[in-house]
């Protein structure tokens, strides 16, 4: 084998040596973090339990991590549980998935039209800025003491942030592949499919996250109003009635739920993007 060849050979086997060893560090590390994360929670629940037991805080009204266990194993044992839980997801699910779609529809009428942008932006800013909470009569005088007003509350509080954030995310798109396309003689369509979207790929996958959170308080906020059944009717009902333990409970539930909720948009994000490379 020749000098060349000799010094290739090692020289690749140098760079695989270091790509691997670069992998192990990276996967230790998320290893680390993880674990530094869970100790963190660990840690917080047992704080919390030793301050109610040592009378540091007011139980009554802090609850403690062994009355909320037992609460959630009542809520369990008579299955209603599940049914506030499925209630509050699928009205959450709806409203995430209807402003995401209807507020990326609109942000790209307003880039494909300057003239519509132009005319809506101040009116956009100004409903962004209003406090949906002031609407809720409103919408339940509109769309009726149910679902549907939960529904509108959420999309409410979603929509114009996703309108927003996306429309922010195709003006940026570089004006130069934009230019290049037009020399080639592609129109506004194409212009959109092959250069604007893929390019703003990442600031609708950031408006998706957003909105993961955004959707559940409004869904929350809503049943605070209307509604009969769902995590936020149990929240609202614990506090009526001085069962903090309910009230605990859910809202444990609930960021337990929007954190799945949200971990499964980032994987839906990870496979779009590993599908693309």
């Given at each position: 084998?020749?000098?060349?060849?000799?010094?290739?050979?090692?020289?690749?086997?140098?760079?695989?040596?270091?790509?691997?060893?670069?992998?192990?560090?990276?996967?230790?590390?998320?290893?680390?973090?993880?674990?530094?994360?869970?100790?963190?929670?660990?840690?917080?629940?047992?704080?919390?339990?030793?301050?109610?037991?040592?009378?540091?805080?007011?139980?009554?009204?802090?609850?403690?991590?062994?009355?909320?266990?037992?609460?959630?194993?009542?809520?369990?044992?008579?299955?209603?549980?599940?049914?506030?839980?499925?209630?509050?997801?699928?009205?959450?699910?709806?409203?995430?998935?209807?402003?995401?779609?209807?507020?990326?529809?609109?942000?790209?009428?307003?880039?494909?039209?300057?003239?519509?942008?132009?005319?809506?932006?101040?009116?956009?800013?100004?409903?962004?800025?209003?406090?949906?909470?002031a609407l809720g009569p409103i919408f339940i005088v509109w769309a009726g003491a149910g679902v549907t007003a939960i529904l509108t509350m959420a999309l409410s509080i979603s929509i114009f942030t996703t309108?927003?954030?996306?429309?922010?995310?195709?003006?940026?798109?570089?004006?130069?592949?934009?230019?290049?396309?037009?020399?080639?003689?592609?129109?506004?369509?194409?212009?959109?499919?092959?250069?604007?979207?893929?390019?703003?790929?990442?600031?609708?996958?950031?408006?998706?996250?957003?909105?993961?959170?955004?959707?559940?308080?409004?869904?929350?906020?809503?049943?605070?109003?209307?509604?009969?059944?769902?995590?936020?009717?149990?929240?609202?009902?614990?506090?009526?009635?001085?069962?903090?333990?309910?009230?605990?409970?859910?809202?444990?539930?609930?960021?337990?739920?929007?954190?799945?909720?949200?971990?499964?948009?980032?994987?839906?994000?990870?496979?779009?993007?590993?599908?693309?490379?």
């Amino acid at each position: 084998m020749s000098p060349k060849r000799i010094m290739k050979s090692e020289n690749e086997k140098t760079f695989s040596n270091e790509h691997e060893q670069f992998i192990k560090n990276v996967r230790k590390r998320k290893i680390i973090v993880w674990c530094t994360q869970l100790i963190v929670l660990i840690l917080f629940f047992a704080f919390w339990e030793i301050a109610a037991n040592l009378k540091w805080i007011d139980s009554f009204l802090t609850s403690q991590p062994s009355r909320v266990w037992n609460t959630f194993l009542k809520l369990h044992g008579d299955g209603s549980l599940y049914q506030h839980i499925g209630i509050t997801v699928g009205e959450t699910v709806a409203g995430f998935v209807s402003g995401t779609i209807l507020g990326t529809l609109i942000a790209i009428v307003l880039w494909w039209s300057d003239f519509i942008s132009e005319v809506l932006d101040p009116y956009l800013v100004i409903l962004n800025s209003l406090p949906k909470v002031a609407l809720g009569p409103i919408f339940i005088v509109w769309a009726g003491a149910g679902v549907t007003a939960i529904l509108t509350m959420a999309l409410s509080i979603s929509i114009f942030t996703t309108i927003i954030g996306v429309y922010s995310g195709l003006r940026e798109v570089d004006k130069e592949k934009i230019t290049l396309l037009e020399t080639f003689g592609a129109n506004k369509r194409q212009i959109l499919q092959k250069v604007v979207l893929p390019a703003s790929f990442p600031t609708i996958m950031n408006a998706l996250k957003i909105n993961v959170g955004l959707s559940w308080v409004g869904v929350i906020m809503g049943e605070f109003l209307v509604s009969k059944a769902g995590l936020g009717y149990l929240i609202v009902y614990g506090s009526q009635v001085f069962q903090l333990d309910l009230v605990m409970t859910s809202v444990i539930i609930l960021a337990v739920a929007a954190a799945i909720m949200y971990l499964g948009v980032a994987y839906i994000e990870k496979v779009v993007l590993k599908h693309r490379s």
